[in-house]
């Protein structure tokens, strides 16, 4: 039986392995610093595709099958996916599922898609449901702007504490062998400080990764220390240092080990404010770099807390706070000690 | 000449100024473009129903004129315009009358060039 | 501790933490922006005076919009205007340039949805506030104006 420690943590029995990722993202996020790690870029975002939300769907087939070709799986290998989107009705998702004709398990976390899935996947896994599971998600500059924001033609200025939503889909193949494993996992409460400005998304979701790590820090008896990195997924410049000072409060202090995909995903000459934001992020990034350091063992414990901000326009316009979620993996390269 | 040059001066000032009122909205209240073109306008209206805008315009020419204040003052002087002029008809009418040209290029023109482009992705 | 309170303490924190726009950069890129649209369409109503000069100022008032609207929807269909506008802020949002590239480019995004419910319905997503405002201040000043002038205060 899988095992729950303290209030929001879960200890698996039988940790899956990540077996192999893939990911392929936009021109923009090439040319950033994390640019080297990536499988594959388009320096046409639309990919052919005659609308953005289509095209999203095209970086999420490449994502899949980069991650199928390096497993050496096909898709009928695939008991299932896991994965979501930042788009209504989760479409990318949904489309990209009806063309692999992979069974389909489509969850909304916003951002927090990526740890989201992957701890749901390891969850069901540990429990004998499925044994190779993919766990996708992405997103698209152009498509969330329209959807979020305002047209991309349309002339206004972004604020300073503003992000960049990121062009790129991550999908990461669990199974069993060698490699790295995920060991626990703990799922956020939604948390919800009162920040009601779309465009100030860091501040918004820091208090979720707050809660949420934490929780684990408590009920795993850890300290940010124990971990080689912690990365939260698109808190941003300015929702990191926010992260920083709430759990320095409570005495945790998050050191050099600490890092934000979004935040380290563009360089301060790409004009992006606060850096990326977006599900991609946190997809991206773990399944390019911190996917790479994992399994050339440059990093062997490592939390992944990807944030979300599961916020409406709809509610939005009518007055209501954005709620937040994050939810915590813990990877690790077990060695010939056992249970971490 | 000097007349001319002073003329640019007062619609540099005054242009710049609105927009600059404007900006310093932007910043303090963080509301969005929507909702400070319709209060620029409100303020414009009410200015032209009282009459006090057209001061203002003929001051400053195209510095009154040209921001969403003017399209507001415009709105409201064509209603009591078309008031004096054509009783009740010209009361509802008026208003749409002395703006309908920018409204119409604005709508008919934007959607003539929709069929022929497609937006492109920002890098910045 | 209640949550009130605690959002308070913490919206106050943020807002003392998030980075801060430059004032005099932004008040000035708007100011010289704004003027500069101005400065430009008060040229372009001394060439038309200067080639008819028993024109109406009003006219004249109408074809300086038009001018500054037909460019607006152009730079906006080149992809330039909202390079310019990043720039200039409220600088190119008051001017009536901000009216006609909010109509443009809801236009342009939209029309993937099709002529009838994209173009044509969404390409009023931000104009269309203005235009109903604007429409029902115009009804309620001729109204009032109307009223007035019967009982014949004006």
Not at chain 1, 124 to 144: D, E, I, N, R, W
Not at chain 1, 213 to 218: H, Q, R, S, V
Not at chain 1, 287 to 302: A, D, R, T, V
Not at chain 2, 62 to 78: D, E, K, M, N, V
């Given at each position: 039986?899988?095992?729950?420690?303290?209030?929001?943590?879960?200890?698996?029995?039988?940790?899956?392995?990540?077996?192999?990722?893939?990911?392929?993202?936009?021109?923009?996020?090439?040319?950033?610093?994390?640019?080297?790690?990536?499988?594959?870029?388009?320096?046409?975002?639309?990919?052919?595709?005659?609308?953005?939300?289509?095209?999203?769907?095209?970086?999420?087939?490449?994502?899949?099958?980069?991650?199928?070709?390096?497993?050496?799986?096909?898709?009928?290998?695939?008991?299932?996916?896991?994965?979501?989107?930042?788009?209504?009705?989760?479409?990318?998702?949904?489309?990209?599922?009806?063309?692999?004709?992979?069974?389909?398990?489509?969850?909304?976390?916003?951002?927090?898609?990526?740890?989201?899935?992957?701890?749901?996947?390891?969850?069901?896994?540990?429990?004998?449901?499925?044994?190779?599971?993919?766990?996708?998600?992405?997103?698209?500059?152009?498509?969330?702007?329209?959807?979020?924001?305002?047209?991309?033609?349309?002339?206004?200025?972004?604020?300073?504490?503003?992000?960049?939503?990121?062009?790129?889909?991550?999908?990461?193949?669990?199974?069993?062998?060698?490699?790295?494993?995920?060991?626990?996992?703990?799922?956020?409460?939604?948390?919800?400080?009162?920040?009601?400005?779309?465009?100030?998304?860091?501040?918004?979701?820091?208090?979720?990764?707050?809660?949420?790590?934490?929780?684990?820090?408590?009920?795993?008896?850890?300290?940010?220390?124990?971990?080689?990195?912690?990365?939260t997924g698109d808190l941003g410049k300015l929702g990191s240092d926010i992260l920083r000072d709430l759990l320095m409060k409570d005495g945790y202090y998050l050191g050099q080990n600490y890092m934000d995909c979004g935040h380290s995903l563009f360089n301060s000459e790409q004009k992006t404010f606060q850096g990326g934001s977006g599900a991609g992020c946190s997809a991206i990034v773990f399944s390019s770099y911190l996917f790479?350091?994992?399994?050339?063992?440059?990093?062997?414990?490592?939390?992944?807390?990807?944030?979300?901000?599961?916020?409406?326009?709809?509610?939005?316009?009518?007055?209501?706070?954005?709620?937040?979620?994050?939810?915590?993996?813990?990877?690790?390269?077990?060695?010939?000690?056992?249970?971490? | 000449?000097?007349?001319?040059?002073?003329?640019?001066?007062?619609?540099?000032?005054?242009?710049?100024?609105?927009?600059?009122?404007?900006?310093?909205?932007?910043?303090?209240?963080?509301?969005?473009?929507?909702?400070?073109?319709?209060?620029?306008?409100?303020?414009?209206?009410?200015?032209?129903?009282?009459?006090?805008?057209?001061?203002?315009?003929?001051?400053?020419?195209?510095?009154?004129?040209?921001?969403?204040?003017?399209?507001?003052?415009?709105?409201?002087?064509?209603?009591?315009?078309?008031?004096?002029?054509?009783?009740?008809?010209?009361?509802?009418?008026?208003?749409?009358?002395?703006?309908?040209?920018?409204?119409?290029?604005?709508?008919?023109?934007?959607?003539?060039?929709?069929?022929?482009?497609?937006?492109?992705?920002?890098?910045? | 501790?209640?949550?009130?309170?605690?959002?308070?303490?913490?919206?106050?924190?943020?807002?003392?933490?998030?980075?801060?726009?430059?004032?005099?950069?932004?008040?000035?890129?708007?100011?010289?922006?704004?003027?500069?649209?101005?400065?430009?369409?008060?040229?372009?109503?001394?060439?038309?005076?200067?080639?008819?000069?028993?024109?109406?100022?009003?006219?004249?008032?109408?074809?300086?919009?038009?001018?500054?609207?037909?460019?607006?929807?152009?730079?906006?269909?080149?992809?330039?205007?909202?390079?310019?506008?990043?720039?200039?802020?409220?600088?190119?949002?008051?001017?009536?340039?901000?009216?006609?590239?909010?109509?443009?480019?809801?236009?342009?995004?939209?029309?993937?949805?099709?002529?009838?419910?994209?173009?044509?319905?969404?390409?009023?997503?931000?104009?269309?506030?203005?235009?109903?405002?604007?429409?029902?201040?115009?009804?309620?000043?001729?109204?009032?104006?109307?009223?007035?002038?019967?009982?014949?205060?004006?």
């Amino acid at each position: 039986m899988n095992r729950k420690i303290g209030d929001q943590t879960f200890e698996l029995v039988s940790k899956p392995t990540i077996i192999g990722t893939g990911c392929f993202v936009g021109e923009k996020e090439a040319y950033g610093p994390m640019g080297k790690y990536f499988d594959g870029y388009s320096s046409d975002d639309t990919l052919g595709q005659d609308s953005f939300e289509k095209a999203e769907r095209k970086f999420f087939e490449r994502a899949i099958n980069i991650a199928l070709r390096k497993t050496r799986l096909k898709p009928t290998d695939i008991d299932y996916m896991i994965g979501g989107d930042i788009l209504n009705q989760l479409v990318s998702t949904n489309y990209t599922a009806r063309d692999f004709q992979i069974p389909l398990i489509g969850v909304y976390g916003a951002c927090s898609t990526m740890s989201e899935s992957l701890a749901l996947a390891s969850g069901l896994m540990s429990g004998g449901v499925g044994k190779t599971v993919l766990c996708l998600t992405g997103s698209h500059f152009s498509a969330a702007e329209r959807q979020y924001r305002n047209p991309l033609e349309f002339g206004n200025q972004r604020q300073t504490y503003s992000q960049w939503t990121a062009t790129g889909a991550g999908c990461v193949i669990l199974g069993s062998g060698d490699g790295p494993k995920i060991t626990k996992i703990a799922f956020g409460k939604v948390t919800d400080y009162g920040v009601s400005d779309i465009a100030n998304m860091g501040a918004a979701m820091a208090p979720a990764a707050y809660q949420v790590l934490k929780a684990f820090f408590i009920d795993t008896k850890t300290i940010p220390r124990d971990y080689d990195i912690i990365a939260t997924g698109d808190l941003g410049k300015l929702g990191s240092d926010i992260l920083r000072d709430l759990l320095m409060k409570d005495g945790y202090y998050l050191g050099q080990n600490y890092m934000d995909c979004g935040h380290s995903l563009f360089n301060s000459e790409q004009k992006t404010f606060q850096g990326g934001s977006g599900a991609g992020c946190s997809a991206i990034v773990f399944s390019s770099y911190l996917f790479e350091k994992l399994k050339n063992k440059e990093i062997n414990k490592m939390l992944l807390v990807a944030t979300g901000a599961l916020m409406s326009t709809t509610l939005n316009q009518q007055g209501e706070t954005i709620p937040c979620v994050a939810h915590v993996v813990e990877i690790m390269n077990l060695k010939e000690k056992v249970n971490g | 000449m000097v007349e001319s040059l002073l003329m640019y001066l007062k619609v540099l000032l005054v242009g710049g100024a609105i927009c600059m009122i404007g900006e310093i909205i932007i910043i303090t209240t963080k509301i969005t473009s929507a909702r400070i073109l319709v209060l620029f306008l409100m303020i414009g209206a009410v200015l032209g129903g009282f009459g006090a805008y057209s001061y203002i315009a003929e001051w400053a020419g195209a510095g009154a004129t040209l921001p969403i204040t003017g399209f507001g003052s415009a709105l409201a002087a064509g209603a009591i315009t078309g008031a004096k002029t054509n009783g009740l008809f010209g009361a509802l009418s008026g208003g749409l009358i002395a703006t309908s040209a920018g409204i119409a290029v604005s709508i008919g023109l934007s959607y003539l060039v929709a069929l022929f482009v497609s937006s492109k992705t920002k890098k910045n | 501790m209640n949550n009130e309170k605690r959002n308070q303490n913490y919206l106050k924190y943020v807002e003392q933490k998030s980075p801060k726009a430059s004032w005099f950069k932004s008040l000035f890129h708007a100011f010289l922006i704004g003027g500069a649209i101005c400065c430009f369409g008060q040229m372009c109503g001394d060439i038309i005076k200067s080639y008819f000069p028993l024109m109406d100022i009003l006219l004249i008032g109408t074809w300086i919009n038009v001018i500054v609207i037909t460019l607006t929807i152009l730079l906006t269909a080149f992809g330039v205007f909202d390079k310019i506008a990043r720039f200039g802020g409220a600088g190119t949002i008051i001017p009536i340039s901000g009216f006609a590239n909010s109509i443009s480019s809801c236009a342009i995004e939209f029309k993937k949805e099709g002529l009838v419910f994209g173009l044509g319905a969404k390409m009023f997503y931000i104009a269309g506030p203005v235009i109903a405002n604007g429409v029902a201040y115009s009804l309620i000043v001729g109204i009032v104006y109307y009223i007035l002038q019967i009982l014949a205060v004006v």
